[in-house]
């Protein structure tokens, strides 16, 4: 109970900023991104003011990168925001599709001369990030109890590592239709290290590697309509050196430790996220890889594999075949990069070509400005 003076004057301000990610999964950017689009707008103005993670009065790709931030645990809070925001409950919004008019909306509540106890400060409280109001008021009550109505399945194929090599790892999916996923993916620090992200159908910008050293790899992806993946469909790749000889099956799995496993289907139920291990392959064999970033601006990396020790060239050329650049060196068997920076040519469309032996690949890749 706090003891208050007679007569004076007083403002009720709630603050609450922690556990940014209470109640924040890739299901709300799903929702956000159907809002930016255009195709379901979000319906309430507490939603929209969750939905602006950078409080900056409108709802935009920019809340959406804050917010996927902290389901990935890249940052545990909102650098331009509070974990929580405070509507006076008395308040009628003017525009409930624009909360933000007329001078916003009152997070807190005055009191001029006050003379008599008075409870009646009722506040709507507003989870950042949270569209679909799923977070605990009590963020110690535990997640919410969601069943889930079946599986997404990832698969891979299985490998006998030796130490010192370099393998790329392909996560393909099973048929399946789905509107997004998230996951945390662990591996065995002790037998394994992560190089290098291959685009897929999910890009760097899905992936948080702020914990490698806790052994997981963060991944949040959406898309704004139901996708149908192929048997098959490469959804990313992960380039790991073996640190000492084990199975592969044995120092990768998918649960919720950091970022909750969960996936989320064509009517919007939530599935699980399950790992399977195919057939063990035999060592693996020269592989050309999608450059990271792509597209990309100034510079970007190239990584390929060479089975065994010699010359490798790299050869880049643009859309009409004319030779923008080539790189030729010696390498011993493994995986290497090569970081490409000050091309001389108008943006567009590049492609690459690694030739080494008798194993030639090529792929493209996009200049912009």
Do not use: C
């Amino acid at each position: 109970e706090l003891a208050l003076n007679a007569g004076g004057e007083y403002t009720v301000t709630p603050m609450v900023d922690e556990d940014a990610d209470n109640g924040v999964t890739t299901y709300d950017l799903v929702l956000i991104t159907r809002h930016i689009l255009g195709g379901d707008l979000l319906d309430s103005p507490y939603q929209m003011i969750a939905a602006d993670a950078n409080k900056s009065g409108t709802v935009t790709t920019l809340d959406m990168v804050d917010i996927r931030k902290v389901i990935l645990q890249i940052v545990d809070n909102f650098p331009n925001n509070t974990s929580w925001r405070f509507v006076d409950a008395d308040h009628v919004f003017a525009q409930p599709q624009n909360p933000w008019s007329n001078g916003g909306f009152p997070e807190v509540i005055n009191y001029n001369n006050l003379t008599a106890d008075d409870l009646a400060a009722d506040f709507v409280g507003v989870k950042i990030g949270d569209v679909n109001g799923t977070a605990q008021a009590n963020s110690q009550a535990g997640a919410e109890d969601r069943n889930a109505t079946g599986s997404l399945l990832l698969q891979l194929d299985d490998r006998e590592l030796q130490a010192g090599q370099t393998y790329e790892l392909t996560f393909t999916a099973r048929e399946a239709a789905v509107i997004g996923y998230q996951f945390t993916l662990n591996f065995d620090t002790e037998a394994l290290e992560l190089l290098d992200v291959v685009d897929g159908l999910a890009n760097a910008e899905n992936f948080g590697l702020t914990l490698l050293e806790q052994g997981a790899i963060t991944t949040s992806w959406n898309e704004a309509s139901v996708r149908s993946l192929r048997e098959g469909e490469e959804l990313f790749g992960l380039v790991f050196q073996a640190k000492s000889d084990a199975t592969l099956s044995n120092l990768l799995w998918i649960d919720s430790r950091y970022t909750a496993a969960e996936a989320y289907g064509a009517d919007s139920e939530r599935l699980d996220v399950q790992l399977t291990f195919g057939e063990v392959l035999a060592t693996p064999q020269f592989a050309l890889y999608q450059n990271t970033p792509n597209p990309f601006r100034q510079q970007t990396v190239i990584g390929f594999y060479l089975p065994e020790a010699g010359q490798a060239s790299l050869t880049i050329t643009d859309a009409t075949g004319k030779v923008v650049k080539v790189i030729t060196g010696e390498y011993s068997s493994g995986y290497h990069q090569i970081r490409i920076n000050d091309l001389e040519v108008p943006t567009g469309v590049l492609y690459y070509q690694l030739q080494s032996g008798n194993y030639t690949a090529t792929r493209k890749m996009v200049l912009m400005n």
